[in-house]
C-alpha cells in the first residue's frame, strides 16, 4: 500500500526513533573504540537509568528528564569504578576484545539478577501526562515523548561530540583512540582517560536508556533486545566514530519505520539484517569509519 | 513331647508378635508414604514471575489438600525443579522425576512450549500430565495421558468475543478489521478463531499482517489501520507489543470501535502501567477469578492476605485449578495407577475453579474462552452472559 501518508508518517517516526538508537550506541561505540571493550552490559546500564526515571515518576513524580540528574552522574561514577577495578585488570590480556566481551557479559548477568531481585520481572512503562500526546501537523503526527527522546539524544550526542572535540581530556581521548602508543609518550595518561571514556559512556547509556523507556517497557532482560540495536549501530556507523552513530541510529530508524510501509512487517528484521550483512561484506568498518 | 509343644507354642506366639508388630509397622508406614507428585517450572529465566505463580498455586493446593487429611488419606509431597525457562531441561526433568525420583503423579508445566515437549515423555511412560499444553497441536498428536483442564488455546481465543459480537445490532457491528500478529506459533494460534468470526459475520479484514518480535515501531501499523479506515482492531501480541500498539493508537488519535489484545490485558501491568489508556481493551483468558465457580473466592483470599495481591495473578490460578483436576481424577479412580486415573477423568467431569469440565479424545473440554474488557482499571468478565461482571464498554470512547 503506497499511501503517501502512511510514507511520511513512516519517515517522521523512523527519524525520532532512530535517533534514540543512535543516543543508546553512541557510548558502547565510544568504549569500543577508545578501550577496545565490548560492554555487553551497556544496555543493562540503560536498563537500571530507565528504572531510576521509572521510581522517580512512580514514588515522586519527578520527570523522567529530571531523573537524569541523578542517574548520569551515578552511572558516570558506576563506570569509573567498574573500569578501575573490572576493565583495567584485564587490558593486559591478550584478547582484550574476547577478555572484555566475557567480562561484560558476566557483569550484564549480575546486574539483571540485581534488578529481577529488586524490581521482580514485571513490565514497566514510563507513564508521564504527555506519554500519549502528539503534535499534529496535518495529517502527520509527532509523537511527543519521541520528540523528547530526539531531542535529549541531539543533547547527549552533542554533549559528547563536543567532550571528544573541544576539551583537553577529549582530545587526550580521541588521541588514545587513534594511536595509544603516541598517545603515551605525550604524556597522557592512559588508563585516566580511558577510565573517563568509560564514564561518559555509562552515563550516555543512561541518557539512552530513558531515551528508550518513553518507547517502549521494560523490565530487566530487555537489555538483551536492546543489545542488538547497539551492535547494528556501531557496525553501521563504524566503532568509535560519534558522527558514524548518529547517522547510523537515524538509518536504522528509518529502515524499521519506513519498510513498514512498503513490505509485510516480518519482513523488516530482514531487511535490517541484509543491510547490515550488506554493510559489513563491503565496508567491514562501518560506514563513517576513517 | 512337652518340649516339642512348648518350642511350637512359642514359635507360635513369637510368629504373632512378629506378625503384628511387622503389620503395625506397615499400616503405620503406609499411612505416613506421601504422595510424591513432581515436575518442573520456570523458576528463573524469562518465564520465572509467572512460572512462580504457578508453583505457588500448586503449593497452596498441596497445603489445602494436606489440611484436609491428603489424598487418598496420604499426605502429598510436591518435588519441583527449575527448568530455567528452558523447554529441554523440563523434558530431562521430566524423564528424571519419573525414572529416579519415582514419583507417583506428574506436575504439569509451563509456558506451552515446556508442556508440549513434556508431553510425548508423559505419554512414553504413561503418566498422566494436566497442563495448559501447547495450543491445538500439542493436543492433537494423538497422546492419551495428556489434558488440558483448563487449557490455553490460542485457536479459541476470540470464540466469546464474536459470541459476544452477535449480540450487537448489525448495523453498529464493525465492518472493516485490521489484524497485526506476532510471528510466532501463539500469534498464529490466535488467528483460527478471527478469521472464521470476522468471516461469519462479514467483517471484511483489510489488513492482516504478522511482525517479529521485538516490535520496534507500531506507528506504521496503526497508521496503515487508521487511512484503511479499519473500525475494528486485532492487536495480536504479548504485553511489550501491545503497549506500544495501543500507546501508537492513542499518540495517532485512532479510535476503532473495538480493539482487541491478544495477550497482556488481563495482567495486572496493564491497568498499573497505562491507566486509563488500557480502559475498553477486550481479550480472552481461560480463568478469571470473578468466575462464579466455587474455589475462587478461597483464591481470592489467598491472593490477597498472603501474597498482598488485590487480584489474583492469573497463573495463580491456573496452577490450583490443573491440581484441583489431578485431585479429583485420583479420588475419583480411587488409586494412584495412570490407566485408571486417565480412564476415570475420560469419562467423569471435574469441577475446577475454571470451569466444569467434561474431555474428549484429545484431552481437551468443549471449546470455550471467556471475553474480558478492561473497564475503570478493571479486568471483567463480558461473556458468556451467565459469567458478566460488567455491562460492555461499546463502541470503544475516543481518546481524551
Redo the contacts between chains.
Keep these: 500500500m503506497f499511501n503517501p501518508i502512511v510514507i511520511l508518517q513512516s519517515i517522521v517516526s523512523g527519524i525520532l526513533m532512530g535517533g534514540i538508537f543512535a543516543l543508546l550506541g553512541v557510548g558502547f561505540s565510544l568504549s569500543w573504540g577508545v578501550m577496545k571493550v565490548i560492554n555487553i552490559a551497556h544496555a543493562a546500564f540503560g536498563i537500571l537509568a530507565a528504572y531510576i526515571a521509572y521510581w522517580g515518576l512512580t514514588l515522586y513524580g519527578i520527570d523522567p528528564i529530571l531523573s537524569l540528574g541523578l542517574s548520569l552522574p551515578l552511572l558516570f561514577l558506576t563506570g569509573l569504578m567498574i573500569h578501575r577495578f573490572l576493565i583495567q585488570p584485564i587490558t593486559r590480556a591478550r584478547e582484550i576484545v574476547v577478555a572484555s566481551m566475557i567480562l561484560t557479559f558476566g557483569l550484564a548477568v549480575v546486574l539483571e539478577n540485581i534488578m529481577l531481585f529488586a524490581w521482580s520481572a514485571d513490565e514497566r512503562l514510563i507513564t508521564t501526562p504527555y506519554s500519549s500526546q502528539s503534535i499534529f501537523l496535518g495529517e502527520i503526527i509527532v509523537k511527543i515523548s519521541s520528540l523528547l527522546g530526539f531531542v535529549l539524544s541531539i543533547f547527549g550526542i552533542g554533549a559528547i561530540y563536543l567532550f571528544l572535540y573541544h576539551t583537553h581530556t577529549g582530545k587526550a581521548v580521541r588521541a588514545t583512540w587513534q594511536e595509544p602508543e603516541g598517545a603515551a609518550l605525550q604524556g597522557i595518561d592512559l588508563e585516566r582517560v580511558s577510565m573517563i571514556a568509560f564514564g561518559l559512556a555509562i552515563a550516555s547509556a543512561g541518557a539512552g536508556g530513558v531515551a528508550m523507556a518513553y518507547m517502549y517497557s521494560f523490565n530487566p532482560p530487555a537489555h538483551n533486545f536492546w543489545l542488538i540495536f547497539l551492535f547494528l549501530v556501531v557496525i553501521v556507523g563504524g566503532v568509535g566514530s560519534i558522527f558514524g552513530s548518529a547517522i547510523a541510529g537515524l538509518l536504522i530508524g528509518l529502515i524499521t519505520g519506513v519498510s513498514g510501509a512498503f513490505f509485510p512487517f516480518q519482513w523488516i528484521n530482514v531487511l535490517l539484517f541484509g543491510l547490515l550483512m550488506g554493510i559489513l561484506l563491503v565496508k567491514p568498518e562501518g560506514l563513517f569509519k576513517r | 513331647m512337652r518340649k516339642d509343644l512348648l518350642t511350637g507354642v512359642l514359635v507360635l506366639i513369637l510368629s504373632l508378635l512378629f506378625g503384628l508388630v511387622s503389620g503395625a509397622l506397615r499400616g503405620s508406614s503406609a499411612a505416613e508414604k506421601p504422595i510424591v507428585i513432581g515436575g518442573s517450572l520456570p523458576l528463573t529465566g524469562?518465564f520465572?514471575?509467572t512460572g512462580r505463580w504457578v508453583e505457588r498455586g500448586y503449593q497452596f493446593w498441596a497445603e489445602e489438600v494436606n489440611g484436609k487429611g491428603g489424598l487418598l488419606g496420604r499426605p502429598v509431597k510436591l518435588i519441583i525443579y527449575d527448568d530455567k525457562s528452558d523447554a529441554k531441561e523440563a523434558v530431562s526433568l521430566g524423564e528424571k522425576v519419573i525414572t529416579v525420583d519415582k514419583v507417583d503423579l506428574l506436575l504439569g508445566g509451563y509456558p506451552g512450549t515446556a508442556c508440549t515437549a513434556v508431553m510425548p515423555v508423559a505419554e512414553k511412560y504413561r503418566m498422566l500430565y494436566v497442563s495448559m499444553g501447547g495450543h491445538m497441536k500439542s493436543f492433537s498428536q494423538g497422546y492419551t495421558y495428556s489434558f488440558g483442564s483448563p487449557p490455553l488455546m490460542g485457536e479459541w481465543w476470540y470464540l466469546g468475543f464474536f459470541e459476544w459480537m452477535k449480540t450487537i445490532p448489525p448495523d453498529k457491528r464493525p465492518k472493516k478489521a485490521a489484524v497485526?500478529t506476532m510471528?510466532n506459533p501463539i500469534g498464529i494460534a490466535l488467528v483460527e478463531s478471527l478469521y472464521k468470526g470476522c468471516k461469519d459475520l462479514g467483517i471484511e479484514i483489510v489488513i492482516d499482517?504478522?511482525?517479529?518480535l521485538?516490535l520496534?515501531?507500531a506507528?506504521?501499523?496503526i497508521?496503515?489501520a487508521k487511512?484503511?479506515k479499519a473500525d475494528l482492531l486485532f492487536a495480536n501480541g504479548m504485553?511489550?507489543d501491545g503497549?506500544?500498539t495501543l500507546?501508537a493508537c492513542?499518540?495517532?488519535?485512532y479510535s476503532p470501535k473495538a480493539i482487541v489484545q491478544g495477550i497482556g490485558s488481563v495482567i495486572p501491568?496493564w491497568t498499573k502501567?497505562?491507566?486509563k489508556?488500557g480502559d475498553a481493551i477486550f481479550s480472552g483468558t481461560s480463568w478469571h477469578y470473578k468466575l462464579k465457580y466455587p474455589g475462587n473466592d478461597k483464591i481470592i483470599k489467598v491472593a490477597k492476605e498472603r501474597f498482598k495481591e488485590d487480584e489474583p495473578p492469573l497463573y495463580f490460578g491456573f496452577g490450583y485449578a490443573w491440581m484441583q483436576t489431578l485431585q479429583q481424577s485420583v479420588e475419583g479412580a480411587k488409586t494412584l495407577e495412570q490407566t485408571r486415573i486417565r480412564d476415570w477423568l475420560r469419562s467423569n467431569e471435574v469441577k475446577t475453579i475454571a470451569g466444569n469440565f467434561k474431555f474428549d479424545e484429545k484431552g481437551l473440554p468443549k471449546p470455550f474462552v471467556y471475553l474480558t474488557q478492561v473497564i475503570h482499571g478493571n479486568v471483567e468478565l463480558i461473556w458468556p452472559p451467565e459469567m458478566r461482571t460488567h455491562e460492555p464498554v461499546y463502541p470503544k470512547p475516543p481518546?481524551k
Excluded at chain 2, 499482517?209 to 517479529?212: F, T
Excluded at chain 2, 492513542?250 to 488519535?253: E, G, R, S, V, Y
Design positions: 524469562t520465572a514471575a497485526y510471528n499482517e504478522k511482525y517479529n521485538p520496534t515501531t506507528d506504521t501499523m497508521t496503515k487511512q484503511m504485553f511489550p503497549v506500544m500507546r492513542k499518540a495517532l488519535d501491568e502501567e497505562l491507566g489508556d481518546w
